[in-house]
């Protein structure tokens, strides 16, 4: 008698991403797949700023772009806790400071100064 074991992939929507945005609760999507990278910002070669700055976001071009190692794109899946929806459309960017905010208000405030 074998034991099975639950295979079923949790699926969320980008709005349900959006929900973990900041240092202490850090989700973000690379090729369709949902990362909790929360207990890895410490460790993260690049910094914690650049995982942060996409913090509850699509991030696959970053990822890309980056060239990561073999060993990296290996890693993603020890991250992986479900995949985005496959009706869902990739939501324009927000780009984050380091500290969690929106650069927008950042943005605003330059406006109205000016």
């Known amino acids: 008698d074998t034991e099975t074991k639950d295979t079923e992939t949790k699926v969320y929507t980008y709005a349900e991403v ?3 945005s900041t240092r202490e609760d850090c989700w973000i999507v690379v090729d369709g797949k949902v990362l909790d990278v929360t207990k890895f910002l410490d460790e993260h070669p690049g ?3 650049v995982m942060v700055g996409v913090a509850g976001q699509e991030a696959s071009d970053e990822f890309e772009d980056v060239g990561h190692s073999t060993s ?3 890693q993603i899946d020890e991250f992986v806790i479900g995949e985005i929806h496959p009706d869902e459309k990739r ?7 380091s500290d969690g905010g929106s650069m927008a208000s950042v943005f605003m405030a330059l406006l109205v100064v000016a």
């Open 18 to 20: 959006a929900e973990h």
């Open 47 to 49: 910094g914690d700023e």
């Open 72 to 74: 990296a794109a290996k």
């Open 91 to 97: 939501p324009p960017k927000v780009i984050r400071s």
